[in-house]
């Protein structure tokens, strides 16, 4: 039996996953809720450019890949990923949760002892041990597998970057951890683990930051550049050189 993976959120994060595990022979089923979205992809038309990504879709659109605006009552998924957005509140420093608490709320009836639970989102560290507890409360489960594997890919490259990039995994016990390790050594070159949830979830803000930060320096350098009618991209590319 094909091993069956169901993506909820097919944002960026989700529907490069998507499509990258679709290319290494698994069975996805995404989850869609925004309406514009869902009609653009099962047209089979993706809602934002990624150089390959559509020609992967029209291949597999109702085939190794299958698009629901629900999840699916379906318990043989073997692993369940959530790749929803956490932006921030509006005038706040804090990521608004909504969506993310809606989409664990979606998976209860999903969730089994032996199958994995993924999140890729962006959240603050801790989340995920708190989604855990949230979860076996409500499924009634008494063991329950959930990892945190961050999302680190660069717009442009991310068909390329899942497949070169190292992932960072974890896992909340060795059984989960195993699980992680084993799908993600289908999908990339090389593979990290965490020592817990925790620091994979600092992982991702690390690297969200270090990110924002290098490209706030160089948007400085390339104005002060001109402040002296220099071409700041020349100026940064021999520097860097």
Do not use: W
């Amino acid at each position: 039996m094909e091993t069956r993976v169901c993506i909820i959120g097919l944002g960026y994060v989700g529907m490069t996953l998507a499509m990258h595990m679709v290319r290494k022979g698994y069975e996805v089923h995404g989850i869609e809720t925004n309406e514009t979205t869902y009609d653009k992809i099962s047209k089979g038309e993706t809602h934002f450019h990624e150089p390959g990504l559509e020609e992967i879709l029209k291949l597999s659109l109702g085939d190794k890949f299958k698009i629901f605006k629900g999840v699916q009552i379906d318990k043989s998924y073997d692993f369940i990923i959530l790749t929803v957005g956490t932006p921030l509140k509006d005038k706040e420093k804090s990521p608004d949760l909504e969506i993310f608490e809606n989409a664990i709320s979606s998976i209860y009836p999903i969730i089994t002892e032996n199958n994995l639970t993924i999140f890729r989102s962006t959240i603050p560290v801790g989340l995920t041990r708190k989604a855990l507890e949230k979860i076996k409360i409500n499924t009634g489960l008494t063991e329950i597998n959930i990892s945190f594997c961050p999302e680190r890919t660069a717009e442009g490259k991310a068909l390329e970057e899942l497949q070169s990039l190292p992932q960072v995994i974890s896992g909340n016990s060795l059984k989960a951890l195993e699980k992680s390790r084993n799908f993600f050594e289908t999908l990339t070159d090389e593979v990290i683990i965490s020592n817990s949830l925790e620091e994979a979830e600092l992982i991702k803000l690390f690297n969200n930051t270090y990110r924002d930060a290098i490209f706030a320096l160089s948007n400085t350098f390339n104005q002060i550049a001109q402040d002296f009618n220099i071409d700041g991209f020349s100026s940064i590319e021999k520097s860097n050189y």
